[in-house]
T-cell receptor, first 115, second 112 residues
């Protein structure tokens, strides 16, 4: 079956612009996670959802970052007034269940470059 | 605190065994994972171990967990050139839902 998909795969934007990154999880998966990965580092947690409810947004760096999953399926991560330090790979994952230990399957990521 | 550490680089010859190490500092970890990242691809889940286990074997992969030393390792038997990638260990803390904390990754290079 289809895995997690993300779009766009690559996004170049100018500083100060807003960007929206999309994640389409595996069909039927309850939980959806956003991570950010800087070059040469491991992914860092941003936020996650169970169904449409945002459970934890402690990893969002500041209030320019927001995420939603209004119908419990597709999610959008929005970054307002982008800055160069926002440049990174943004990864989305989904898991079948909400409980601890439910395996997370990752999408290919969106590489964001802010110039 | 939550800190997961890995060595940066490992080089082995094809056919040898590879051992990738990871240390973590939070004793409340419940699940520990190994992911593989190839260029241009997403993170692929390889295997995981629950914190009440010492060892888990899955074909060429063996995971060892030493809770006393907070040390996790991944052994790849008969390493192949297709195993060249970056390997990440990740922990799921007891009080953190299903959120994962990743190490910085170990780049494995397999020489023919």
């Amino acid at each position: 079956g289809a895995g997690v998909s993300q779009s766009p795969r690559y996004k170049v934007t100018k500083r100060g612009q807003d960007v929206a990154l999309r994640c389409d999880p595996i069909s039927g998966h309850v939980s959806l996670y956003w991570y950010r990965q800087a070059l040469g580092q491991g992914p860092e947690f941003l936020t996650y959802f169970n169904y449409e409810a945002q459970q934890d947004k402690s990893g969002l760096p500041n209030d320019r970052f927001s995420a939603e999953r209004p119908e419990g399926s597709i999610s959008t991560l929005t970054i307002q007034r982008t800055e160069q330090r926002d440049s990174a790979m943004y990864r989305c994952a989904s898991s079948e269940r909400a409980d601890r230990g439910s395996e997370q399957y990752f999408g290919p990521g969106t590489r964001l470059t802010v110039t | 605190g939550e800190d997961v550490e890995q060595s940066l680089f490992l080089s082995v010859r094809e056919g040898d065994s590879s051992v990738i190490n990871c240390t973590y500092t939070d004793s409340s970890s419940t699940y520990l994972y190994w992911y593989k990242q190839e260029p241009g691809a997403g993170l692929q889940l390889l295997t995981y171990i629950f914190s009440n286990m010492d060892m888990k074997q899955d074909q060429r992969l063996t995971v060892l967990l030493n809770k006393k030393d907070k040390h996790l390792s991944l052994r790849i038997a008969d390493t192949q050139t297709g195993d060249s990638a970056i390997y990440f260990c990740a922990e799921n803390l007891y009080n953190a839902g299903n959120m994962l904390t990743f190490g910085g990754g170990t780049r494995l290079m397999v020489k023919p």
